[in-house]
């Protein structure tokens, strides 16, 4: 999951801003998003992951 910027308005060091893959809001990529990355897993916001989560489960 990448933090949403409209709930984390300033990033943290390190934290790069980019858009969710599928929605398109702003979001942060953190430096862990990269290893997170390179295993296979895609990166989605916060919103998106959680309503993805849910599907899955419904």
């Known amino acids: 999951m990448m933090p ?3 709930n984390i308005p300033v990033g943290r060091d390190g934290w790069e801003l980019t858009q ?3 929605c398109g809001c702003e979001c942060w990529k953190t430096p862990l998003l990269s290893v997170v990355l390179q295993q296979g897993a895609t990166a989605l916001c ?3 992951a959680l309503r993805k989560g ?3 489960n419904g």
Request: with cysteine; net charge neutral; aromatic share 0%.
């Open 4 to 6: 949403m910027r409209k």
């Open 20 to 22: 969710c893959p599928a």
């Open 46 to 48: 916060t919103e998106c």
């Open 54 to 56: 849910v599907e899955a």
